[in-house]
T-cell receptor, first 110, second 115 residues
Framework: DQQVKQNSPSLSVQEGRISILNCDYT??????FLWYKKYPAEGPTFLIS?????DKNEDGRFTVFLNKSAKHLSLHIVPSQPGDSAVYFC?????????FGRGTSLIVHP | DSGVTQTPKHLITATGQRVTLRCSPR?????VYWYQQSLDQGLQFLIHYYNGEERAKGNILERFSAQQFPDLHSELNLSSLELGDSALYFCASSGGTSGRADEQFFGPGTRLTVL
């Protein structure tokens, strides 16, 4: 049973537009979430995180929103750039065993 | 470059064999995590070591074992290999306090192919 779910395996966006990647979780005890980006033939790299005491965290073009009541988080990338094309993983962390979603492949078209 | 190194990069072996994957964490990081990524699957957490001690176990098979040495490098041992063990194996390190899965720094992975 997946405790962290990314239901969209892929997303295609035009350069300059907003990319919205979604993630759902089932364990209400999760208190910390992270997003990682992965290019082919490389390991994932940390992008941004959010604690359950917040509902938003922003870092440059990247913003993560957390809706605890819906057990849902989303990653917004504005504006999207071709270099953002990668697989994005949502993960739970903090004091619990890290659990990753299956990833969403983002393609940003020039 | 994350600062985490993994060797070997590729490994091809036969069913029934045993292999050892090696990971060196970022300088100063005490936590090492191991993950398995099979085709179309997310990263499956295997095991977490903190400063030489096992901290958490995920869906790690009994045929798999790991350890972290005094110099903090870690090894993942896979034995009695089966075709289904073919996957990418990632190691990650973290400077967070024991037991917390904070921001992790991933190595480039070891691609294991079992024939």
């Amino acid at each position: 049973d997946q405790q962290v779910k990314q239901n969209s395996p892929s997303l295609s966006v035009q350069e300059g537009r907003i990319s919205i990647l979604n993630c759902d979780y089932t364990n209400s005890m999760f208190d910390y979430f992270l997003w990682y980006k992965k290019y082919p033939a490389e390991g994932p790299t940390f992008l941004i995180s959010i604690s359950s005491i917040k509902d938003k965290n922003e870092d440059g073009r990247f913003t993560v929103f957390l809706n605890k009541s819906a057990k849902h988080l989303s990653l917004h990338i504005v504006p999207s750039q071709p270099g953002d094309s990668a697989v994005y993983f949502c993960a739970s962390g903090g004091s619990y065993i890290p659990t990753f979603g299956r990833g969403t492949s983002l393609i940003v078209h020039p | 470059d994350s600062g985490v190194t993994q060797t070997p990069k590729h490994l091809i072996t036969a069913t029934g064999q045993r292999v050892t994957l090696r990971c060196s964490p970022r300088s100063g990081d005490l936590s090492v995590y191991w993950y398995q990524q099979s085709l179309d699957q997310g990263l499956q957490f295997l095991i977490h070591y903190y400063n030489g001690e096992e901290r958490a176990k995920g869906n790690i098979l009994e045929r798999f074992s790991a350890q972290q040495f005094p110099d903090l490098h870690s090894e993942l041992n896979l034995s009695s290999l089966e075709l289904g063990d073919s996957a990418l194996y990632f190691c990650a390190s973290s400077g967070g306090t024991s037991g917390r899965a904070d921001e992790q720094f991933f190595g480039p992975g070891t691609r294991l192919t079992v024939l």
